[in-house]
């Protein structure tokens, strides 16, 4: 059996694993390179093998750094089964569309201006093929053994890094009569977070492909909830908005689930709350329709006829009429809009508008990457270009920290803790190279396991 690193090799992004036996081969994940050129660049690279003669995929959870690589399979010729749990594919029927008008749109653009390497520019995908994709999406519930072939099986565990996130167990006869278990974390979720059940605890296998995203960071030990009602408070003080852009799949959630307590605790005054992200109405609707997904926490508050991702001071706002409307309110609310590091979506036009005033407030409540719009507003610059003027910033900045989807370092050994048997072998995957090392010291520190680091293209024969 070999293993072919296609992407998250010494990076976060482009998750892809090619699993090949003599007569077999099935992909986990298929996600998209994001981020930087350098790494966009790779989605144009052609695979080692033929999207038509792979037999398989199987998902891990519906971030597009994990799927979105799956429409352009489908456009090249594959038509097999991809197999994910039942919340990834309700997410997925929202993502992979809205995936397909941004590759049309930015090849529309790039047309536009000129700027294209291609004449013309093309998308790597279109809405046809993400439809084409959908179609392909079988689900299977967690902790239940799916055959792949004669011999080859996987199973989901829960991960509660996103709705219907999963680790997956993938077993395999090799030669010789015995059985080969491999591990795939994929995004392992955090302990304790509301609103969906805590990740299964890494049971064991013979191989462990591991995530290391924040191999060599801490979150904030101060709560965000804490940190949340202080700076909502501050800004509802100023007498402006305050204005949220959050990722629409699981940050918008949590944060709805925490306004609404601080607001039900008296913590904070009951304002109205305007979600203004189609993307993220739809997910929240999802969030709110998964039950099974749902912790005791969020299932107590569910029997009290309680739903606190969709309190009564929530208006969502589906069109772009609605949106508009949005600006004639001068104060005293709560504005949730995407994208989380303000790159695109509706949380522009708000920041146009909001910025120039002193007595907004914008609050950033998770990383903002170098080069993003949202990482330059909480360095302090003095006026930001967005939708091609250049915006005088008057408004209050704010950030809180300790909003995450991903495990820290010691939430990762924690997971690793309660284990039956040790893996063999350690494979340390989408983190970026120090974060890698990092985490590498750790484990062999606390349990004695060597890892490896792998590169992008690189095969590891599993025997």
């Not at 003599?22 to 350098?38: A, E, H, N, P, V």
């Not at 408070?233 to 949590?254: C, H, M, N, S």
């Not at 062999?444 to 025997?463: A, Q």
Request: neutral net charge; proline residues 6%.
């Amino acid at each position: 059996m070999d293993l072919t690193i296609l992407g998250a090799g010494r990076c976060v992004t482009g998750s892809k694993y090619l699993v090949q036996w003599k007569r077999f081969s099935t992909m986990i994940d298929c996600g998209l390179f994001q981020g930087r050129k350098k790494l966009r660049s790779r989605n144009w690279d052609p695979l080692p093998k033929r999207a038509s003669e792979l037999d398989s995929i199987v998902l891990t959870h519906a971030h597009i750094d994990h799927t979105g690589y799956l429409p352009r399979l489908v456009r090249q010729g594959f038509d097999g089964p991809v197999y994910c749990t039942p919340p990834t594919k309700s997410l997925l029927r929202v993502l992979l569309p809205d995936a397909a008008h941004i590759q049309e749109e930015e090849a529309r653009y790039a047309n536009k201006k000129g700027f294209s390497k291609h004449a013309p520019a093309l998308p790597l995908f279109r809405q046809s093929d993400a439809k084409a994709a959908l179609k392909l999406l079988e689900p299977i519930p967690f902790d239940e053994d799916q055959e792949l072939r004669p011999g080859i099986r996987f199973r989901f565990h829960r991960q509660g890094h996103i709705l219907g996130a999963a680790a997956v167990e993938l077993e395999s006869k090799i030669s010789g009569g015995g059985r080969k278990t491999i591990y795939f974390s994929g995004d392992v979720g955090r302990h304790g977070v509301p609103i969906l059940k805590d990740p299964v605890p890494y049971p064991g296998s013979d191989v462990l492909f591991l995530e290391s995203t924040y191999g060599n960071r801490l979150h904030d030990p101060e709560d965000p909830r804490v940190q949340l009602a202080e700076q909502v408070r501050k800004g509802l003080d100023r007498g402006g908005v305050v204005l949220i852009p959050a990722f629409a799949i699981d940050r918008t959630q949590e944060l709805l689930y925490m306004l609404h307590g601080l607001m039900a605790d008296k913590e904070l005054p009951t304002v109205p709350i305007y979600l203004d992200s189609p993307m993220g109405i739809e997910a929240t609707a999802l969030y709110t329709r998964c039950t099974t997904e749902h912790d005791a926490e969020m299932k107590q508050l569910f029997s009290e006829q309680i739903n606190p991702i969709f309190p009564p001071n929530l208006t969502v706002t589906k069109t772009s009429r609605e949106s508009r409307r949005l600006n004639d309110i001068q104060g005293g609310a709560i504005f949730i809009s995407a994208s989380g590091m303000a790159t695109g979506g509706r949380i522009l036009h708000h920041l146009r508008l909001r910025l120039p005033h002193a007595k907004n407030t914008v609050l950033f409540v998770g990383y903002q990457a170098h080069g993003t719009r949202g990482r330059r507003l909480v360095e302090g610059e003095a006026e930001v270009k967005m939708l091609g003027d250049y915006i005088p910033v008057k408004a209050h900045i704010a950030q809180i920290s300790g909003l995450s989807a991903h495990a820290d370092a010691d939430e990762l050994v924690a997971w690793l803790s309660q284990r039956e048997r040790d893996p063999e072998r350690v494979v340390l995957t989408h983190g970026e190279y120090p974060a890698q090392q990092a985490l590498a010291e750790r484990l062999e520190k606390t349990f004695g396991w060597k890892s490896e680091i792998p590169e992008i293209g690189d095969v590891l024969e599993i025997t």
